[in-house]
C-alpha cells in the first residue's frame, strides 16, 4: 500500500501537476503530501481527475456568390462551427439542387448556366468530423445574361437587435439568454447570436436579408426562415 501511494503521489506531482480532491484542485506541492500520512483518513477513492468535455461540430454555414448570371462561376464556402463556439474553414461535400441552373465542382466553384428567366438553385454542403455530419445549403440566383440584379438595401445594426430581443422575448425556450446579454457575433456574410442551449444559432444572412436558425429543431442544419421585410418585420415589429 505504501508503495502505491508512492506511486500516485509522484504522478500528482510530477505528471499532472496538481489533483482535484472532493472537486478542489491541489497544487503539486499538496498533491504530493496528500499520501504521505499512511495514517490519515484520505482514501484513492476521494481523488477524481477532472475531464475537459471534448469538442464536437454543432453546425455548418455555408456561404455562395450571388446572384450570377448566365455563364459566370462563383464559389460556395462553408465554415464548421462547434460546441464550444469556436469555428474554422471547411471544404464539405458539394451538390447542386439543379445542375440545369448552376453545377457545383469539389472546390466549391460554382458554374451558372444559361436560363430563360431568373432563377434560383440551392447548393448543399455536408460536412463530417468526429462521427457528426451536418449539412446546409447556400442559395444562388442566376439571371440571363444581360439582366441586371437589384441589390437588398442591408439591415442596420439597429433593426437586428430588434429582432433579437423580439425573439428571445417571444421564444424564451428556444433562445434563453441566461443572465446576461447575449452578443452579436459578425463573420462573413453572417450576423448572428449563439444562444448556450442545444447550439442554438438565429441569425441573417447580411446579403440577401435572410433569417437564418441553426439548433435542434433542425438538426443542426441551417435553415432560411424567409427574408426579413417580407416574413418578420410586421410580427416583430422592427423597421
Known sequence: MHKLKSIVRCLAATVLGGAVLGGAFLPAAQAGNLFADDNSNTSLNNLALTTVPAVTLSGL?????????????????????YSDNGRKVVTPFWSSSDASIATVDASGKVTAHSVTSKSTVFITGSYAEGGVIKTSLG??????????????????????????????????????????????????PYAYRNYPIDYTYLGFETLTNTVIYIGPFSGGTLLQLGEFSNVWAKPSGCK
Do not use: H
Open 139 to 188: 442559395a444562388v440566383t442566376v439571371n440571363p445574361d444581360g439582366v441586371p440584379d437589384v441589390s437588398v438595401p442591408p439591415l442596420s445594426s439597429a433593426t437586428m437587435a430588434c429582432f433579437f430581443a423580439w425573439a428571445e422575448t417571444q421564444y424564451p425556450e428556444l433562445f434563453p439568454t441566461g443572465t446576461g446579454k447575449v452578443p452579436t457575433v459578425t463573420f462573413g
Open 61 to 81: 454555414l455555408i456561404n455562395c456568390t450571388s446572384p450570377l448570371t448566365s455563364g459566370g462561376t462563383g464559389n460556395c464556402r462553408a465554415s464548421a462551427l
